[in-house]
């Protein structure tokens, strides 16, 4: 597959103009390779998940994260600087489907919804229609109904089965059965206040701070920056391996930054 065939498939996924003003999606480190047989979906663009990649023999990385938001000059030797040795040695491009990918409910960042079943479904933040005209709504974070109404250990009980709560944190009122949950992948804690305007019983996210968490108007379930987005990014290795003929496609676990401290 020819690399610019390839990046329009993502895009038609992931569409770059949908992309927040502040946020760097799309070419991250240019190739001159035009030939892809073989590409890797990873979260974080490390040197670790890179070079996972390219022992796979991955001809093109594609990352949720983008390798820098303050893209800098490879002036000192550190991670920034390794990647970039380790992809422009290889000749291999990478590319950042961050919030192009995060503002889609009907692509991979609507996994939890679907694994929930969640019915009438509306985006929180949706994107301004004049950068799409794409139908329905894109837009960040999801809010819908559960086909019945669960108690929090339930709905717990369903994530620990794709994620890993090792470093969860429930806030908020003590929640009771819930009816109506709403979610945003990565750092969402700020669209808590559209959780609660939209009815959520149940807000789940990541990145919660202690001020939000001491005034939620609402249960607020932290399961880490990390957890919703691996997920996602799995799901969106998944549908490339069905959408794109001739490519092997691989997926780069990783694991969280962030561990649960081991009490003796």
Known sequence: MQLAELIKSIEEIAPLQTAASWDISGPQVAALRQDISSIAVCLDPTPESVRQALDLGAQFVLSHHPLSLKPALPSQLDTYHEVLRL?????????????????????????????????????????????????????????????????????????????????????????????????????????????????AQLFITGDVKYHTALEAEIPLLDVGHHSLEEEMMRRMCRLLQQQLQGVAVHFVPSASPFRAVALS
């Open 87 to 199: 992809l422009i040695r290889a000749d291999v491009p990478l590319y950042a489907a961050h919030t192009s990918l995060d503002v889609n409910p009907q692509g991979p960042a609507g996994w939890l919804a679907a694994d929930l079943g969640l019915a009438n479904t509306t985006v929180l933040e949706p994107v301004s229609q004049q950068q799409t005209d794409r139908k329905p709504m894109l837009g960040y974070g999801l809010v819908g109904d559960l086909p019945q109404a669960l108690a929090i250990s339930d709905i717990i009980h369903v994530l620990e089965s794709v994620l890993d709560l090792s470093t969860a944190t429930l806030s908020g009122p003590p929640p009771g059965k819930i009816h109506r949950l709403a979610y945003c992948t990565g750092s969402g804690s700020s669209l808590l206040s559209a959780a609660h305007k939209a009815g």
